[in-house]
T-cell receptor, first 115, second 112 residues
Framework: NAGVMQNPRHLVRRRGQEARLRCSPM?????VYWYRQLPEEGLKFMVY????????ESGMPKERFSAEFPKEGPSILRIQQVVRGDSAAYFC?????????????FGEGSRLTVL | QKEVEQDPGPLSVPEGAIVSLNCTYS??????FMWYRQYSRKGPELLMY????GNKEDGRFTAQVDKSSKYISLFIRDSQPSDSATYLC????????????FGAGTRLFVKA
């Protein structure tokens, strides 16, 4: 499967725990984007990363959220000390270039539920 | 004011109808305009992609962009039950504007 792979697909955490979401981009893609989708809402941009670099994190909450895309391995979105408001679907997308032309290839999403 | 406005619907039509979906936007820097389709519990998939103003047709789908009015449309002809999904408009400023901004999505139901 050469598509964008996200795991876990579903994650349940209690308030105060940590959530780690992983994303492997399509083969040959080195640009990764994370979006959050709340029920009945559109996709909200969180962060754009290239290998080993954060390019744009203007959509990331200032606290508790972090993202990385190491030289080897998947991109990881980390949410520390989760709260109920973090419950959402988190989508990763990749693109073959970073020119911002909007052609994004999405994974199936990771659905986080905070109890 | 949101950068991209999209009526969330839901929109319910009979099979075979022509569907019109629309978005308005406020940022004149947007150059690339997309429509994504998202089935329930799935990730969005790119449906139509247009650069600048004009029309683009692909089978039963036609995308229109009117930059002077900051208005984009997606038309679906001969709609099918399999078209039932959420349609998200999306826009990007291109080089230097790395973010793709999405509308809230319109839920479409096509009744057999």
């Amino acid at each position: 499967n050469a598509g964008v792979m996200q795991n876990p697909r579903h994650l349940v955490r209690r308030r105060g725990q940590e959530a780690r979401l992983r994303c492997s981009p399509m083969k040959g893609h080195s640009h990764v984007y994370w979006y959050r989708q709340l029920p009945e809402e559109g996709l909200k941009f969180m962060v754009y990363l290239q290998k080993e670099n954060i390019i744009d994190e203007s959509g990331m909450p200032k606290e508790r959220f972090s993202a990385e895309f190491p030289k080897e391995g998947p991109s990881i979105l980390r949410i520390q000390q989760v709260v109920r408001g973090d419950s959402a679907a988190y989508f990763c997308a990749s693109s073959p270039n970073g020119q911002g032309t909007g052609e994004l290839f999405f994974g199936e999403g990771s659905r986080l539920t905070v109890l | 004011q949101k950068e991209v406005e999209q009526d969330p619907g839901p929109l319910s039509v009979p099979e075979g109808a022509i569907v019109s979906l629309n978005c308005t936007y406020s940022n004149s820097a947007f150059q690339y305009f997309m429509w994504y389709r998202q089935y329930s519990r799935k990730g969005p998939e790119l449906l139509m992609y247009t650069y600048s103003s004009g029309n683009k047709e692909d089978g039963r789908f036609t995308a229109q962009v009117d930059k002077s009015s900051k208005y984009i449309s997606l038309f679906i002809r001969d709609s099918q039950p399999s078209d039932s999904a959420t349609y998200l408009c999306a826009m990007s400023a291109g080089t230097g504007g790395f973010k793709t901004i999405f509308g809230a999505g319109t839920r479409l139901f096509v009744k057999a």
